[in-house]
Structures are given as structure tokens and as C-alpha cells.
């Protein structure tokens, strides 16, 4: 039987689980290889913009169909990505169903991505200490609405020990005032001929690239160095551009 399952894509497998609780219980007790489960939320959870209380549907179907999902498969969340225009209520209701699987299930969110392509509404609901006290690796935020001084106290947490599993934070800002982001920061300016690549991975993709010419280098007291820059353009009319921080390993 496990090798005829083996055989079967991820969306026959879940199809077969759903026959009765055996085929779930056989299901559970197999090991397959890592696979992104956020592939299998797209197809049928978007939340409309229409009328409130359809959203909370397909909210509420999205959370019970996720620890459907989580607990077949043994898998836990990984990544959760919020569109910014989501009503106070809906980030509310996620984030109290994110907590209570943080007590129950005793992990963290390991990716945190905010979509916004618009920069004459950028996210303002998400703060500075929100990311300060944040576990997450990767956390990519698009049209934001921090600032210079907001920048250098996230800076200043991490040489101080917050965010000890960050592996990289990105963010799309009006252009930054470098003095002022690092201000009271000792720093090592790298020269543009300069040309490191960061990899990582990102939402069950392997091969995400982030590429750094010269930059500013920061290292934690423990030897920990960190890179950040803000050189890229978001595709936008806008003159905003990709703020990158990243954790190097092994240094």
C-alpha cells in the first residue's frame, strides 16, 4: 500500500485520506519527502472583498483546513503570508489561531510575508517591537511605512540579542538616510566591487538569491556579522527601493 501511495501526487494522497479515518491513520503514519503546503491553500481559500462575513468563511475554512493539512502530513506551518489590506479582524482572528497553535504544537512561524504593491497605502498596522520579538528566519514586508529611527532600533535589537533566528529581513521603504540608520552603530562599509550572493530558502522554494554589492557590515559581540543595504527599485511608479538585512552563516 505505501508504495502504491508513494506514487500518487500530494493532492491524490489528500483525496485518499479523505475515504475514512483508516486511510487518513495510513496517511499519518508514512514519512514523505518536504513539500510546500502552502500550494495546497491557493486552490480554493482566497478570500473575496465582498461582504464581510464570507471572508470569515473562507478564514475559518482556511485555519481548519490547514490543521487538516499540518497534522496529516505531520508537517508544521512554515510560512504565512498576509495581504496588507486584510480588515483588523481578519489579522486579529489569524493571529489569535497562530498563537494558540504556537502553545499547542510548540513551534513557530518560520516566514512572515506582507504583500502590498501600493506605496500611498503602505502597511502601518505591523510595528517596530512586532518585528523586535519576532522568531521568524525570513520575514519579507513589500511597501512599508518605517523609517529611519525605526530601521536602527530593528538594527539595534539584533546586536543586542533579539531576533536570534533571523536569517533575513526585507522591506520596501522610501529611500533611507544611511547616517541616521546607523547611528550609534559601529559598522564596516563594504566597497561596491564587492559582490556577495545569500541564499535562502523561501515558501518551499529552494533557491532564492539576494544580491549584495559593498553593503554595510554590522557584527553581533558574539562574532555574528549581518549585512544590510537598500539599493534595488520595487516595480513601482514610486521612488521606493528593497531594504535588505541578512544574517550570514558560519561567520
Not at 16 to 44: D, H, P
Request: charged share 25%; hydrophobic share 40%; with cysteine.
Amino acid at each position: 500500500m505505501s508504495n502504491v501511495l508513494r506514487n500518487f501526487d500530494y493532492l491524490e494522497i489528500i483525496d485518499f485520506s479523505l475515504a475514512s479515518n483508516k486511510c487518513q491513520f495510513v496517511i499519518q503514519s508514512m514519512k514523505f519527502q518536504t513539500f510546500g503546503i502552502y500550494k495546497y491553500l491557493k486552490r480554493n481559500t482566497a478570500l473575496t472583498q465582498h461582504k464581510t462575513e464570507r471572508n470569515t468563511i473562507c478564514i475559518e475554512f482556511t485555519k481548519e483546513w490547514t490543521d487538516y493539512i499540518c497534522a496529516l502530513f505531520r508537517k508544521d506551518l512554515s510560512c504565512l503570508a498576509m495581504n496588507s489590506n486584510s480588515s483588523t479582524h481578519e489579522i486579529l482572528s489569524i493571529t489569535d489561531w497562530i498563537n494558540k497553535k504556537q502553545w499547542t504544537l510548540e513551534y513557530y512561524v518560520d516566514a512572515f510575508f506582507v504583500k502590498n504593491r501600493s506605496s500611498k497605502y503602505p502597511v502601518n498596522w505591523l510595528t517596530v517591537d512586532d518585528i523586535m520579538i519576532s522568531l521568524c528566519r525570513i520575514i519579507m514586508i513589500e511597501t512599508c511605512s518605517f523609517d529611519e529611527n525605526d530601521i536602527n532600533r530593528i538594527l539595534k535589537g539584533w546586536l543586542n540579542g533579539n531576533n536570534s533566528q533571523l536569517e533575513s529581513f526585507t522591506v520596501v521603504l522610501k529611500m533611507l538616510n544611511f547616517q541616521l540608520v546607523l547611528d550609534g552603530i559601529d559598522f564596516e562599509r563594504k566597497d561596491e566591487t564587492l559582490k556577495r550572493e545569500f541564499e535562502y530558502e523561501f515558501a518551499g522554494r529552494q533557491c532564492n538569491t539576494l544580491q549584495f554589492t559593498g553593503g554595510f557590515d554590522i557584527r553581533r559581540k558574539d562574532g555574528t556579522l549581518a549585512t544590510v543595504q537598500q539599493r534595488y527599485h520595487f516595480p513601482s511608479n514610486a521612488p521606493i527601493f528593497w531594504f535588505v538585512m541578512v544574517v550570514w552563516p558560519n561567520n
